[in-house]
């Protein structure tokens, strides 16, 4: 056990790793269906919502009471929980095996946590170190075996499908709905194309466009009307969740583009095509260059298996890294300054 000193001057005990305890549910077509609120299914933990999945962290006094649920929930103690959580940062449970985005999420979803009340004051302080030596882990695990992995990420495979859908050679006209996590990850990859961003939120669109100006030395431009960038844009990449886009149905977005004759690539990156297929088919649309989740998981199938040796290290590391951690090891990761502001 660890005595940590915190700003108030309180000594607090972390929590043993006995004590910590993750609860996951991933996003079947049954649990999409319920259209489930995750944050209030466990109040006070510590909640991440991604397109595949729904996760808590949280100690063992936080106990799971749906009941309707439990078919559904996988829950992870101790060691086990935190080798789970090492193999979600790392990208090892995604279905594009060793993909970036979901680590980026994770912080994001952590450093709001700290933001907002939602997470208990309890539960803030017990699982905070946890989420410090789960970050330090993670970098250190994809610097080691992943780092190079090739084609691990939505934006690699994103562009192959864009430069496939191509009729011409000549520069193409690429409109991202959505700048959150999924967009800022996805763009940066589009740099031979002429960029349309579209969000709902007028600043995070640009913080993006800067990002993308000042980190990657590529120009996009906002735009304001999302019908008439519809009917601009050669391909659609939407990176925001199925019915997320306001005033617009998902169908309705679809229509837009198909109307205006473009030959392109519609990539939806928030559903599957599961979700999507009945209602197309019920308004009678022929799903022209439509590609959905599903279809992006079959393209990185399709690339073949060359990188499992890497993919079973970075496996192993993560279960050593978890029994190091349950046996209190001290492990000292350099770790950059985003890290450590996550947790001031």
């Given at each position: 056990?660890?005595?940590?000193?915190?700003?108030?001057?309180?000594?607090?005990?972390?929590?043993?790793?006995?004590?910590?305890?993750?609860?996951?549910?991933?996003?079947?077509?049954?649990?999409?269906?319920?259209?489930?609120?995750?944050?209030?299914?466990?109040?006070?933990?510590?909640?991440?919502?991604?397109?595949?999945?729904?996760?808590?962290?949280?100690?063992?006094?936080?106990?799971?009471?749906?009941?309707?649920?439990?078919?559904?929930?996988?829950?992870?103690?101790?060691?086990?929980?935190?080798?789970?959580?090492?193999?979600?940062?790392?990208?090892l449970e995604s279905q594009i095996i060793g993909e970036t985005d979901i680590f980026g999420q994770l912080k994001q979803a952590w450093k709001e946590s700290l933001a907002n009340s939602k997470m208990t004051q309890a539960c803030r302080e017990e699982v905070s170190p946890w989420i410090q030596r789960l970050f330090e882990d993670t970098k250190e695990i994809r610097s080691r075996y992943l780092e190079h992995l090739g084609g691990s990420s939505y934006g690699t495979l994103a562009r192959k499908l864009i430069r496939d859908g191509s009729r011409t050679s000549?520069?193409?006209?690429?409109?991202?709905?959505?700048?959150?996590?999924?967009?800022?990850?996805?763009?940066p990859f589009l740099g031979d194309s002429q960029i349309l961003l579209w969000n709902r939120s007028e600043e995070k669109t640009f913080e993006l466009k800067t990002e993308l100006a000042t980190r990657f030395e590529i120009r996009a431009e906002i735009v304001a009307d999302l019908k008439a960038a519809l009917a601009q844009a050669d391909h659609i990449i939407v990176c925001i969740p199925v019915g997320g886009t306001a005033g617009m149905s998902d169908l309705e977005l679809y229509q837009t583009w198909a109307s205006g004759g473009k030959r392109g690539v519609y990539l939806h990156l928030g559903g599957t095509r599961e979700q999507f297929l009945d209602e197309m088919t019920a308004h009678n649309n022929s799903e022209r260059g439509f590609v959905a989740l599903d279809d992006v998981f079959e393209l990185q199938r399709s690339q073949g298996d060359v990188r499992s040796l890497q993919i079973g290290r970075a496996r192993s590391a993560c279960q050593e890294r978890a029994i190091l951690r349950a046996l209190g090891s001290s492990i000292s990761i350099p770790h950059g300054w985003e890290d450590l502001a996550a947790f001031a």
């Open positions: 056990m660890t005595i940590r000193l915190l700003d108030s001057g309180i000594l607090h005990l972390d929590m043993r790793i006995e004590s910590l305890q993750v609860f996951h549910l991933r996003k079947t077509s049954d649990i999409r269906r319920m259209n489930l609120v995750g944050a209030d299914l466990l109040p006070g933990a510590f909640f991440l919502d991604s397109c595949q999945r729904m996760l808590w962290v949280a100690s063992n006094d936080f106990a799971w009471n749906r009941v309707d649920l439990e078919p559904y929930l996988e829950i992870f103690s101790g060691e086990k929980a935190f080798q789970f959580l090492l193999r979600i940062a790392t990208g000549d520069r193409q006209t690429v409109l991202v709905i959505g700048a959150g996590q999924l967009g800022a990850s996805v763009a």
